[in-house]
């Protein structure tokens, strides 16, 4: 019971770690006798030495387990797993404190909020021709050059020159000695006008310099999500089990939610410096959650990565036959020409243009209240949806036909992707079924207060031809929660049935179909803080699976410990 209540308390502090090294800094700026005091006192050591002793209090766990009761010993297992989570969020606190003090030491830099997960990587001296003595900061997101201020050795204050960011197409490579003066050199550019070349005072410098940029890039490149082609975009571990990206699946959904009666939805524009910061937190790895975001932007950002695609969704060898389906005057044959093309479109695109016309079909729907009918959505929408190869600035605008295609994929929605929606839906079926134990027969009602309730069929979400039983004799607990999966970004409340060994989850108490089965076999069920866009989301705990953990909220942490405890219950080896 001491060790449980030390690991609260030991918890409590790291999570705050950061926090209060970001409050030392602004009271040691604002107070010259403070500063004095915490230099005297060596505040900033003290506050940092905890998060140093995690190994040792593992190491101390450790031993505890092997040689306690077996209950002290469960409970010494589950402080160290508290213990390596624990050590990533002291990791992440010093590496953003070092990036906080590095960059606030630089002097003309003007940028806007860097995301969450900037790093600092390395500090050097260069040279260029335009700059004799060149400092190289580089960051995990930027390359800063600057010129340092001051000649003592150990005052570290620099003046910006330029910069170059890391996700706009920089390119480094080895180029041949400039001059005598300048030599092992790398060149370093960009998709704008920027070229720089630097010469190393040695050649591990140099080496060193292409070997952190490159690992950089090659990061990003692996991160970005926005103007990537859906194909290559779908091969990433993000991606990972989805047949559309993520990042349409997400938008679709708070908008769907919250957006279909909203006024002028995809028309009315957004603050694009709001919607850039977030495209960069996206394109950063930055989990970004949408939940009681504004909804125009997130449309504005569902808007950007459609008009971001190096290939529009009606793909390039497609747009003529797409066009050709304008020139019928019979509407039968019309709209059996564009359901023909539809259908001929790659499986990727399909899903994606079937997920985001559905989304469209449902604005429209509602455009006696949000005003934005089909044609209103195919003005927004057709520029991006269907152009010419090597039209890149969209010159539908004289071209009629994509105006009239899209808005017949709007209104014609039911009838075009009837079949793309019957496939889609096979599939997630068909893979869930592969992944998780076969459904079959009925799922008991909620139960009543005088505890019995009828059955009720449950058509399998996986396997229709067959069901399980869930009785209520086997229900160990039911109830709301806020979910967060393992491979989704937003916080939605579902309704959870607990049995041994399965952990259902529906979209409400009246649900017919689960929206999805966690097989608890060898699961791990443990606390856990959760942090999403700098806001905390309290009472949370966790359930890991081996290559994905579904994070859980309640309202409250007696809530929380009885979860833990039922469905610790049903976890079985």
């Known amino acids: 019971m001491r060790q449980a209540t030390f690991m609260e308390l030991y918890h409590a502090y790291i999570t705050n770690y950061e926090k209060s090294q970001q409050a030392l800094y602004v009271c040691k700026k604002k107070s010259k006798s403070f500063h004095s005091i915490m230099k005297a006192m060596d505040l900033a050591t003290l506050l940092t030495a905890p998060t140093k002793r995690i190994v040792e209090y593992a190491s101390y766990f450790e031993a505890l387990s092997a040689t306690s009761s077996e209950k002290e010993a469960q409970i010494a297992l589950r402080c160290m797993e508290r213990l390596r989570h624990l050590r990533e969020l002291a990791d992440a606190a010093r590496f953003s404190h070092q990036t906080q003090k590095v960059l606030k030491s630089i002097t003309g830099w003007t940028e806007t909020t860097p995301g969450k997960q900037r790093r600092f990587v390395m500090q050097g001296t260069y040279a260029s021709k335009e700059h004799p003595d060149l400092q190289l900061l580089l960051f995990s997101d930027t390359l800063i050059f600057a010129k340092k201020l001051g000649r003592l050795q150990l005052q570290k204050k620099y003046q910006y020159v330029s910069s170059i960011s890391l996700r706009s197409g920089v390119t480094i490579s080895d180029v041949p000695d400039v001059s005598p003066m300048l030599k092992n050199c790398l060149q370093i550019s960009d998709t704008t006008t920027t070229n720089i070349v630097v010469s190393a005072k040695t050649e591990q410098d140099k080496s060193t310099l292409f070997s952190n940029v490159s690992e950089l890039l090659k990061l990003h490149q692996q991160n970005k999500v926005f103007g990537v082609h859906l194909a290559n975009l779908m091969q990433s571990a993000r991606e990972e089990g989805r047949d559309i990206p993520h990042i349409v699946e997400d938008t679709t959904a708070m908008l769907e939610q919250c957006a279909l009666e909203e006024e002028g939805i995809f028309r009315l524009s957004a603050s694009s410096k709001v919607v850039e910061q977030i495209h960069n937190q996206i394109d950063c790895g930055e989990e970004v959650s949408f939940e009681g975001m504004n909804c125009h932007v997130v449309a ?20 003529d036959k797409f066009k050709s389906c304008t020139e019928f005057s019979d509407a039968h044959e019309r709209l059996a020409r564009v359901r023909e093309a539809v259908n001929a479109l790659p499986a990727l695109n399909a899903a994606t243009l079937q997920h985001l016309t559905r989304l469209l079909w449902l604005v429209s729907k509602k455009s006696s209240v949000g005003k934005m009918n089909s044609i209103n959505l195919s003005v927004v929408f057709a520029p991006h949806l269907m152009r010419p190869e090597g039209d890149n600035d969209w010159g539908i605008a004289e071209d009629s036909s994509g105006y009239v295609v899209v808005q017949a994929l709007i209104d014609n929605y039911e009838v075009l992707f009837e079949d793309i929606e019957k496939k889609r839906q096979q599939e997630a079926e068909s893979s869930q079924f592969n992944k998780t134990p076969q459904l079959s027969a009925t799922v008991s009602a909620v139960p009543s207060s005088a505890g019995t309730a009828a059955g009720r069929v449950l058509p399998n979400r996986m396997n229709r031809a067959s069901c399980l039983t869930i009785s209520l004799q086997e229900i160990v607990k039911q109830g709301f929660l806020t979910k967060k999966g393992g491979n989704r970004h ?46 905390k989301r309290e009472h949370c705990w966790c359930i890991d699976v081996g290559k994905r953990q579904y994070l859980i909220a309640c309202k409250t942490d007696e809530e929380v410990d009885a979860w833990v405890t039922a469905v610790g219950s049903c976890c079985v080896e």
């Open 490 to 535: 937003n916080w939605t409340q579902r309704w959870f049935v607990l049995k041994m060994k399965y952990l259902y989850y529906f979209q409400s108490p009246k649900e017919r179909i689960p929206k999805g089965v966690i097989c608890l076999q060898g699961a791990k069920v443990h606390k856990e803080q959760v942090g999403v866009n700098n806001v």
């Open 300 to 319: 504005g950002v569902l808007k950007l990565f459609i008009r971001s695609l190096p290939e529009p969704l009606l793909t390039f060898p497609l747009y």
